[in-house]
């Protein structure tokens, strides 16, 4: 019985140690193992670029709504609809442009957010459409004879019905300034797909593409976007607190 004793307190011992660790090794997993929560939902705004471009620029008016809806993880659909205004006055030709515009597609994001932030770079594709007006003011004839001065023609005329389509790669960084609100900067290179033009007289401007640089098919683009995220439903996965450095 004496023998006994002290084995069976050696035991016991060894278990409450055993469980004493393994409840200490739980307890670090659990620590290390946070939950992450990830939100789903519609996130509108507007473009802040072109009312400030409204007020610093003789000649131009726009404004551009935005929206993007989280579909999976890392895609998100996007949508962009704008209206623009723009006079185009050069040596030789005085000219106008108005119209609507609209763009959809989807945002890729390639950023890995650390635990707690919802930041984002995204790589997207946007498929644009627009209907315009074209108004030709006045144009010179131009001649190189010294004898015959350049006449200018005032003679107005107005090009209805006009349309283009694009296709456009967009940049976008977004930073959440404030619980579920967003500023973002986005930068666009867009490839003319299709146009229809006015009887000799070239589209100068199209609403959502920008000038068209010389008849080229290419156009750029920027943006600078406030938005709000409304939340409709969250998802909750479990992961791994970062450690410190040493």
């Not at 000649?59 to 999976?72: A, C, K, P």
């Amino acid at each position: 019985m004496t023998k006994i004793a002290p084995t069976l307190l050696c035991c016991i011992s060894l278990f409450c140690s055993t469980q004493f660790l393994v409840a200490q090794k739980k307890s670090e997993v659990a620590a290390d193992t946070v939950p992450k929560i990830e939100k789903f939902g519609l996130r509108v705004g507007v473009d802040l670029a072109k009312p400030l471009r409204t007020l610093i620029e003789d000649g131009y008016s726009g404004f551009e709504i935005v929206g993007d809806f989280r579909v999976t993880k890392k895609f998100y659909a996007a949508v962009e609809l704008g209206n623009e205004n723009k006079d185009w006055n050069e040596p030789y030709i005085s000219a106008n442009t108005s119209g609507s515009y609209a763009k959809i597609g989807f945002d890729y994001n390639a950023y890995e957010n650390w635990l707690g932030m919802e930041n984002a770079i995204t790589l997207g594709m946007r498929y644009g459409v627009s209907t315009f007006t074209q108004e030709l003011i006045s144009y010179r004839i131009y001649t190189d004879n010294p004898a015959f001065p350049t006449e200018t023609i005032y003679d107005p005329q107005e090009f209805s019905g006009l349309s283009a389509h694009w296709a456009e790669v967009i940049i976008s960084v977004k930073t959440e300034i404030l619980n579920n609100l967003y500023l973002s900067l986005n930068v666009q290179l867009k490839r003319k797909i299709s146009e229809t033009e006015p009887d000799n007289f070239a589209n100068l401007y199209i609403p959502g593409f920008n000038r068209t640089y010389d008849y080229s098919q290419f156009g750029v683009g920027y943006g600078y976007s406030l938005s709000y995220l409304i939340p409709i439903f969250k998802k909750t996965e479990l992961s791994q607190k970062e450690s410190p450095a040493p």
